[in-house]
């Protein structure tokens, strides 16, 4: 998690490579929206600013942080995006679900980065309660998906 020294929405815009000629998919959890529409607002506003085409952004909504995983598969399949941001929100609660979903989502995206040529940033905020989940979505901590964003255009040319 981030801690209160560092705002997730910094960049230094003269180290990133420009993202014009880049394809991005972003697949957006739709559990949680209030901080997974955040998220997105960051992503998006930080891919534009770094030079993306808005045409050149595909977003899917799968239902939840669980199904990211499929949803990011098909967009590489389907859509031959340079990177693909992964978006979503798991937030604790009184049972096990919190630990089986966050494991197998972060597990999911690591074998999508490991069996396929198309880098997948994982972008799930996996907090305590919604106020953090606000904190880190726009709120006073910045924004995780702008950070997401930096990481998808540092990726994608990396791989080109």
Request: with cysteine; glycine share 8%.
């Amino acid at each position: 998690m981030a801690t209160a020294n560092k705002n997730l929405s910094v960049y230094d815009k003269t180290s990133i490579p420009n993202a014009k000629d880049f394809r991005f998919g972003i697949v957006v959890s739709e559990w949680n929206t209030e901080v997974t529409e955040g998220l997105y607002n960051g992503a998006i506003e930080a891919l534009l600013d770094c030079g993306a085409v808005k045409e050149s952004i595909v977003r899917w909504d799968v239902p939840g942080s669980f199904e990211l995983t499929y949803g990011s598969k098909k967009m590489i399949a389907t859509k031959k995006v340079d990177a693909v941001i992964a978006i979503g929100s798991v937030i604790q609660g009184e049972t096990k679900h919190f630990d089986f979903v966050c494991s197998a989502t972060a597990q999911g995206i690591k074998d999508l980065n490991v069996l396929t040529d198309t880098p997948v940033i994982f972008c799930v905020l996996t907090d305590n309660n919604l106020q953090q989940a606000i904190d880190r979505s726009g709120g006073k901590h910045g924004n995780k998906g702008t950070e997401a964003a930096i990481a998808a255009i540092k990726m994608a040319a990396l791989g080109n």
